[in-house]
């Protein structure tokens, strides 16, 4: 059974940085894409950036280009975001999730192209 845990968001100031895990569990988890998701209070869930399971392509949502990074680590099954040059608006609750296939297409920004969510972890920039 795979399964996946966010952990890292905390409260930060505009501008700062954080960078968020997610820890993968199961079999073969390191043979799919993974994804960045995030929800704030009163809007729809958001895809925030993509990783093919080399590591070697990713793709970003155009408000976070630029400020955010994901790489992965498949020794460790972890795949991180990290987040520079955070805004208010980046204020939400960050969930990873696992693709059905390895890499990033067109479709990367649709849920249902990811079977496996983990809980998510809140991330809060005040300005």
């Known amino acids: 059974q795979i399964q996946v845990a966010e952990s890292g968001g905390e409260l930060v100031q505009a501008g700062g940085s954080l960078r968020l895990s997610c820890t993968a569990s199961?079999?073969?988890?390191?043979?799919?894409?993974m994804g960045w998701f995030r929800q704030a209070p009163g809007k729809g869930r958001e895809a925030v950036s993509c990783?093919?399971?080399?590591?070697?392509?990713?793709t970003y949502a155009a408000s976070t280009e630029g400020r955010f990074t994901i790489s992965r680590d498949n020794a460790k099954k972890i795949v991180y975001l990290q987040m520079d040059n955070l805004k208010p608006e980046d204020s939400a609750i960050y969930y990873c999730?696992?693709?059905?296939?390895?890499?990033?297409?067109?479709?990367?920004?649709?849920?249902?192209?990811?079977?496996?969510w983990g809980e998510g972890t809140q991330v809060t920039v005040s300005s």
């Open positions: 999730a696992i693709r059905s296939v390895g890499y990033c297409s067109i479709s990367w920004q649709l849920e249902y192209n990811y079977p496996n």
């Open positions: 199961g079999p073969n988890v390191d043979v799919y894409g």
């Open positions: 990783i093919t399971w080399s590591g070697v392509k990713s």
